[in-house]
């Protein structure tokens, strides 16, 4: 069981920054962001195997967002740079405990309670 606790969405206008934090308790494979629009399907962000820290990025965030961990890869972070009104959504973390797909929503069991993201222009 993993829980996930999720901080730091907000509203700012267009170009500006915003730091996603996501604390987990217990071991993961993988942990991701996602996001969700009004009306839309939930969609990958970005996503990291906590082994190796590696990392995937989806083409619409690459050079603007980052994602990284802390405190011993108990946390998940992203940061995110250059924003814009298309960001605009509910921000999800996400954890996978075992090995496979990290890629799609469905892949992940454990889940935050999402975060605001508001990017006015």
């Known amino acids: 069981q993993v829980q996930l606790v999720e901080s730091g969405g907000g509203s700012v206008q267009a170009g500006g920054s915003l730091r996603l934090s996501c604390a987990a308790s217990?071991?993961?494979?993988?942990m991701g962001w996602f996001r969700q629009a009004p009306g839309k399907e939930r969609e990958e962000v970005a996503f990291?195997?906590?082994?190796?820290?590696?990392?995937y990025y989806d083409d619409s965030v690459k050079g603007r967002f980052t994602i990284s961990q802390a405190n011993a890869k108990s946390t998940l972070l992203m940061q995110m740079n250059s924003l814009n009104p298309d960001d605009t959504a509910m921000y999800y973390c996400?954890?996978?405990?075992?090995?496979?797909?990290?890629?799609?929503?469905?892949?992940?069991?454990?889940w935050g309670q999402g975060t605001q993201v508001t990017v006015s222009s």
């Open positions: 996400a954890a996978r405990t075992r090995v496979g797909n990290c890629y799609t929503p469905s892949a992940y069991i454990y």
């Open positions: 217990g071991y993961t494979y993988c």
């Open positions: 990291i195997w906590t082994g190796s820290g590696s990392t």
